[in-house]
């Protein structure tokens, strides 16, 4: 039988000038999260948008610092790990996925503002805001049994027929070799290591009006960086030695020889909300955020003896744009029920993806990120003791949407695509909190999990 190995996506020829992200390995399998800042927001599954009572408005909804009367301060730490999942074994479409670890690497301050009323309608503030930063990798590899020495496991592989539409099954592979060993042929996808190291940050400056007492509106202006160093190193199959075959990567900064230099990008966006609070049981609000950009060139090493690297495409990453509703209702004094719908546009990350493969036609459609809704559902219960104590609950489903091809399966470069760019899982987050709050202080905790994100939290308000 003959046997081909696909080097997946090696990146040798030019591109065009402009692109929108690139089909590079170290990058499939993510399904990034943005959501509000703040333990207490977290502990109610993110649910925030119309009730926006504290600091962290200025990023959630800036409409709501109106409801601040005292100069603030908050900051808040957080930790997380999230998996990224390659299509490590099996046969298509029977694949096996394999989750791979990546961390936020330590418990930092993701999160800080100082908000400042003025007069009776006008509030001011600054903020800080760390929303992403990830870092990890996966070795996707045959593994070798250590009492055999054989292969118990070997990379992903797929059956195509000479002049078929479709994959087929090993089964029907071999009964076609049967009367013509050269009707259906063998491809296994080569081993490759991924490295993934991101950050974005923003730093903004809010305002809101009280143009009514039920009625405030409020904006932010942005100015944010994103860093980025997506790596891939490919190699031959273990039968030819684990040979290294290319490297791409895919930066925020640029690469002279050998090196790869990380430089953070920019970007100046916005967002603006509202809150109308008809009654005092009752408030409801809205926010939309304007996704920045950022440019993300790609470069490629080819030449396994110095690893030059040259670039290939001027790619960007578009983060998504976010609009969102919310309303908060408090039949008891001490009871409060949040429910947010925040519409996330991640089709903004294949706005005119490049694909690195040889195609037969254009095939950028092929590649999907689909636009969700996700629904955020909390709650809050305040017990009136001395020092009051709060403790939290919440939900929230998060529809798949990492990137997916959804194209031909005739060429084995687009079951190639398919094996990488599989489709995702939707999510569903737990969260719980608790949080004291003192005349002048409070302090709040929460953690949030799911299959693929764990998230834990605390935060810290003084008032003044």
Not at 37 to 55: I, K, Q, V
Not at 300 to 310: F, G, I, K, L, R
Not at 413 to 432: C, K, V
């Amino acid at each position: 039988m003959r046997t081909r190995v696909v080097a997946l996506l090696i990146v040798l020829t030019a591109l065009p000038a402009v692109a929108q992200n690139v089909d590079i390995e170290s990058l499939s399998g993510l399904q990034f999260n943005f959501g509000n800042p703040g333990a207490r927001s977290l502990g109610m599954g993110g649910a925030f948008l119309g009730l926006a009572d504290d600091a962290s408005a200025a990023e959630a909804n800036p409409a709501g610092l109106t409801i601040l009367r005292k100069k603030e301060i908050s900051l808040e730490a957080r930790n997380y790990a999230e998996a990224q999942v390659f299509s490590t074994s099996g046969t298509f479409p029977d694949v096996v996925r394999t989750e791979f670890i990546h961390h936020s690497d330590a418990a930092v301050v993701t999160f800080g503002s100082f908000v400042w009323p003025i007069k009776n309608k006008f509030t001011i503030g600054a903020y800080f805001h760390e929303p992403l930063r990830n870092q990890g990798g996966g070795f996707v590899a045959p593994h070798r049994n250590d009492f055999t020495g054989l292969f118990d496991t070997r990379t992903p592989n797929f059956f195509l027929a000479n002049n078929g539409t479709s994959p087929i099954t090993e089964a029907q592979c071999r009964a076609l070799q049967k009367t013509n060993p050269s009707a259906c042929v063998e491809y296994r996808i080569n081993p490759f290591i991924s490295a993934l190291d991101t950050r974005l940050r923003t730093w903004g400056i809010a305002g809101a009006w009280q143009i009514h007492p039920k009625f405030s509106i409020g904006a932010t202006a942005r100015y944010q960086e994103f860093e980025e160093a997506a790596f891939t190193y490919r190699f031959s199959q273990p039968e030819d030695g684990f040979i290294p075959q290319s490297i791409s990567v895919q930066t925020t900064g640029s690469a002279k020889g050998t090196q790869i230099e990380v430089e953070p990008a920019t970007d100046i966006t916005f967002s603006a909300g509202f809150k109308w609070a008809p009654t005092d049981k009752l408030s409801f609000g809205g926010v939309y955020k304007k996704g920045p950009s950022y440019d993300a060139p790609t470069f490629a090493a080819a030449d396994v003896t110095n690893w030059e690297y040259v670039k290939i495409a001027e790619t960007t990453f578009h983060m998504p744009d976010i609009a969102g509703l919310g309303v908060s209702f408090r039949p008891r004094p001490e009871l409060t029920v949040n429910l947010d719908a925040v519409h996330v546009k991640y089709s903004n990350l294949v706005d005119d993806f490049q694909p690195t493969i040889a195609a037969v036609d254009d095939v950028r459609s092929s590649f999907v990120a689909d636009d969700v809704t996700e629904m955020h559902l909390g709650v809050e219960y305040l017990f009136p003791t001395k020092i009051p104590f709060a403790i939290r609950g919440g939900y929230f489903r998060d529809p798949s949407h990492s990137i997916e091809w959804r194209g031909p399966l005739d060429r084995f470069e687009y079951i190639a695509e398919a094996l990488l760019f599989p489709t995702g899982e939707t999510q569903n987050h737990l969260s719980i909190g608790a949080g004291l709050a003192w005349s002048r202080f409070q302090l709040d905790a929460a953690y949030d999990t799911c299959d693929l994100y764990k998230v834990g939290s605390l935060s810290f308000v003084t008032r003044f």
